[in-house]
């Protein structure tokens, strides 16, 4: 059996005695299991709680891994340092090293692929340092690039002639979505305003900037923002929410939800989905709001523009800017058969892209071992 040593761009978490990473990642890896490809996960591990980290699904597979001491910079480095060299003992046992893009761990697992001349293959999920050293040279010399969003694939192609483009909607690009056609009423807004964000609770992705704006808008709507998702600042932000009496009674932190038939309710559910993420590749939240037609209100950052225009199919906010944030978030309920007909417009863009040359990402990794 072929032998693939991921590397897998999030820690491993550690809840109790069990180690558990996300569902899609888990997913993905069973469905090379069904291509006969033996997967080892290859990735720091981290003692994490419930709604620590976006995680769902108890590790069934092999791993290589040691524990990430972040108390520190030195003991950060004494973690890396621990587990490149595990990487250098054991990695002539693997026919492939695959590699996620970005993280530090995972670069240095690049460089040392490339020095010791074993064949790896990339995959670029998010905003990679394209400035990097010998980022050019390493990914020219990949076996193949494998990237989900049109702006990253467009530059990969240009030094790899292998790149592939997937769309990592579920179990990272080996499915794509199913196009429900039904005709979902938004048109009733009247009285008390529904807002959602969906994603990881953290700076990066704009809840400093959202918590802000919600302050901002005060008495100029009457509104309710739900927050779905876990993090590693879960705990921070749900404090911050729970001891002011405003945001108290605006704000509904649910903690991660795992179960995609119960979140496929909060995108119906609700009236406009806010986003001000800070870095992306193409997020699945987004695919998740195209395919329900909630209107999108998001900063243009990674891999957004790819498939989402300003005032086309969705309303743009600036980057780190609550002040701008508020206002949009006003102007779109003031003009909401205006995002209305954005969301028209998505769905039909997410029909479209589907549409396109995308391969599943299994596929890709099955055909470059037949070869």
């Known amino acids: 059996m072929t032998k693939l040593l991921l590397i897998n761009n999030g820690y491993i978490g550690r809840i109790d005695d069990e180690f558990v990473v996300e569902s899609g990642l888990a997913e993905f890896i069973n469905d090379l299991s069904d291509e006969n490809i033996n997967v080892t996960l290859f990735q720091l591990y981290k003692n994490i709680t419930i709604n620590e980290n976006i995680v769902g699904s108890k590790i069934l597979f092999n791993t290589l891994t040691s524990e990430f001491n972040d108390h520190n910079k030195y003991t950060k480095l004494y973690s890396y340092i621990k587990i490149l060299l ?42 990679a340092n394209k400035k990097l050293p010998f980022f050019k040279i390493i990914s020219k010399h990949a076996q193949f690039i494998v990237t989900n969003h049109l702006l990253n694939n467009s530059y990969f192609a240009s030094i790899n002639s292998d790149t592939k483009l997937i769309m990592s909607y579920l179990n990272l690009g080996n499915r794509v979505p199913d196009i429900n056609h039904q005709i979902i009423d938004r048109s009733d807004i009247s009285g008390c305003i529904n807002l959602l964000f969906v994603g990881r609770i953290e700076s990066k992705k704009g809840i400093d900037d959202l918590i802000n704006a919600c302050l901002l808008i005060d008495k100029k709507i009457d509104y309710k923002l739900t927050i779905v998702g876990g993090g590693d600042q879960f705990d921070q932000y749900r ?53 329900n037609k909630i209107p999108i209100l998001t900063t243009m950052v990674g891999g957004i523009p790819g498939l989402l225009s300003p005032n086309i199919n969705c309303l743009e906010t600036k ?17 909401y058969d205006e995002l209305c007909r954005y969301a028209n417009k998505a769905h039909e863009s997410l029909e479209n892209y589907i549409k396109s040359d995308i391969v599943l990402h299994k596929d890709i990794i099955s055909e470059y071992f037949k070869k």
């Open 319 to 335: 980057l780190k800017n609550p002040t701008d944030l508020s206002k949009k978030i006003v102007y779109a309920i003031d003009n």
């Open 86 to 127: 595990k990487l250098i003992y054991n990695i002539r046992k693997y026919d492939l090293i695959y590699i996620f893009l970005p993280g530090h761990l995972n670069y240095f697992s690049l460089i040392v692929s490339f020095l010791l001349k074993k064949k790896y293959g990339i995959y670029v999920r998010g905003e």
């Open 239 to 291: 404090n911050i929410i729970s001891q002011d009496e405003y945001l108290k009674s605006r704000v509904n932190l649910t903690g991660f939800i795992n179960d995609r038939n119960e979140l496929s309710k909060y995108y119906k559910n609700n009236d406009l989905f806010v986003f001000p993420t800070h870095e992306e590749g193409f997020p699945r939240v987004l695919f998740d709001c195209m395919i």
